[in-house]
């Protein structure tokens, strides 16, 4: 009896797999098609080969902004709305989406497979990585690092020379300074602000409404609890954060 379920739950296990792949080619599918429709829309004349890495050379073109001007270099493979800036000298690689009235500076790079959300805008020579999602209304000043699959919700300020690690969620309403690093899975709560200077460490919690000061050393996987101030120039060690209320 024993044998005969163990075998039941791999065969349905295995059905669920086959249908949660299914699933998902057709949403890929689905998704396709929408951007072919979209870009059929926008002008893709003079397409050319581009190296955007070492390992990806696919069609490009040079985007043609609202007014008329010379953009930057734009994946053909790129779902961009026809009122986003890309201002000259930008790069946007293959199968990004760029939604209605936003701005990319000049130099900056978005990477593969990010998202970003109408009305934000990003400065000059900024990166933004792979899979990084930044949503609306958001404004990234100029030299800012975004790490891979970053979660960036509305309304965020990230000031100059800010770098965000790999999978660091900020959440609504936080600004961060100048030259702030967070690093890898740290979650930033909402409302949240952070000073210049200050250092958050690999998975770190940030609860909401937390005013952190300039020069703050937050250490690893520190908590930092719901409306807690910082001083200037502190370090708080995991220990003394988890403490606070």
Known sequence: MGTQQESFEHR???????LS?????????????????????????????????????TRARYWTNPDGSKGGIVSVN???????????????????????DAVIGGKTQIQKDAFIGPNTRIGNNARVGEGALIFENVRITEAVSIGTLVSIHHNVRIGHRAEIGMKVRICHS???GESVCISKEAHIGRR??????SIISNGAFIGDHVSIGNAVNIGQHARINEGVCIDDGMTIKDEIARQAT
């Open 192 to 197: 949240v602000t952070i000073g210049e200077a």
């Open 12 to 18: 349905f296990k295995t059905v669920l797999t086959h």
């Open 21 to 57: 792949q299914a699933m998902s080619e057709m949403r890929k599918d689905t998704f396709l098609e929408y951007k072919k429709r979209l870009n059929m829309s926008h002008s893709m004349s003079g397409d050319f080969d581009y190296t955007f890495t070492d390992e990806l050379t």
């Open 78 to 100: 790129a779902l961009i709305e026809p009122s986003a800036v890309i201002e000259k000298n930008a790069v946007v690689f293959p199968d990004v989406i760029i939604e209605e």
């Open 174 to 176: 936080s600004i961060i």
